[in-house]
Nanobody, 118 residues
């Protein structure tokens, strides 16, 4: 069982920056994909960014503002968020997916709250 722990969420003013971090209990090198999701009040959970090896993808609303990157030596994945907007307010979740021969393992952290004030 892989444990993921997010940190870095807080209240920030619009236009500001934050770096979220996700610490994994085991090597992320074994994961097929790491990702950040977010869920705003009353909305469904949304995929924000993914990283597979060094390939990254982003939802359109954060492209050019957010950057996902990994530190395999520390088993961590980060999300650097710049030019934050009030609509970025949400609980942000770290996700890890690993494919084995007979199943897909899907792990989640507890989330970290990001609040962007206007």
């Amino acid at each position: 069982q892989v444990r993921l722990a997010e940190s870095g969420g807080r209240l920030v003013q619009a236009g500001g920056s934050l770096r979220l971090s996700c610490a994994a209990s085991e090597s992320i090198f074994t994961m097929n994909r790491m990702a950040w999701y977010r869920q705003a009040p009353g909305k469904e959970r949304e995929l924000v960014a993914t990283i597979r090896a060094l390939t990254t993808t982003y939802v359109a609303s954060v492209k050019g503002r957010f950057t996902i990157f990994r530190d395999d030596a520390k088993n961590m994945v980060h999300l650097l968020m710049n030019s934050l907007k009030p609509e970025d307010t949400a609980v942000y979740y770290c996700n890890a997916v690993r494919f084995t021969s007979d199943r897909t393992e899907n792990y989640w952290g507890q989330g970290t709250q990001v609040t962007v004030s206007s």
